[in-house]
C-alpha cells in the first residue's frame, strides 16, 4: 500500500510540475544585419577607440553632417564585408555583425572583436 501511495504521490508531482505555466516570456531578439538602416546615419564608438562613420547612401564617407567627403564605401559581392577607401586608413575591408536602428557592429575580421557604433 505505502509504494501505491509513494508512486501515486510521484505521479501526482510530476504533473503538476509538468503543467505549471511556463510563461509568455519571449526570448531577447537577435541582432541582425538590416543594411537599409546603416545609411544616411552618423555613427560613432561610445568605447574603446574613437571612430566614427558616416554612410551615404551614394557610396560615401562623410563628416558627422554628411556633407564632406572624406571616402568612399562599397558593399563586397552583396555580402555582409564592405570595402571602405578614405584618406586616413586607405583601402580596408570591414566586417558587418549587425546593424539595427540605434546600433552597428563592424570588425575587421569575422567573428573576432567588434567595435560598436551608436546611431548619433
Do not use: H
Amino acid at each position: 500500500m505505502k509504494k501505491v501511495l509513494a508512486i501515486s504521490l510521484l505521479a501526482l508531482t510530476l504533473a503538476l510540475v509538468n503543467c505549471k505555466d511556463k510563461g509568455t516570456t519571449d526570448p531577447t531578439p537577435t541582432k541582425t544585419l538590416n543594411k537599409s538602416l546603416m545609411v544616411n546615419k552618423y555613427w560613432k564608438t561610445t568605447t574603446g577607440i574613437p571612430l566614427d562613420n558616416y554612410f551615404r547612401s551614394d557610396g560615401k564617407i562623410c563628416s558627422s553632417d554628411g556633407q564632406m567627403v572624406f571616402g568612399t564605401w562599397a558593399w563586397l559581392n552583396n555580402s555582409d564585408s564592405l570595402e571602405k577607401v578614405d584618406a586616413t586608413l586607405g583601402r580596408s575591408v570591414w566586417y558587418v555583425g549587425y546593424c539595427t536602428e540605434t546600433e552597428m557592429a563592424l570588425g575587421f575580421k569575422r567573428n573576432n572583436k567588434e567595435f560598436v557604433f551608436t546611431k548619433q
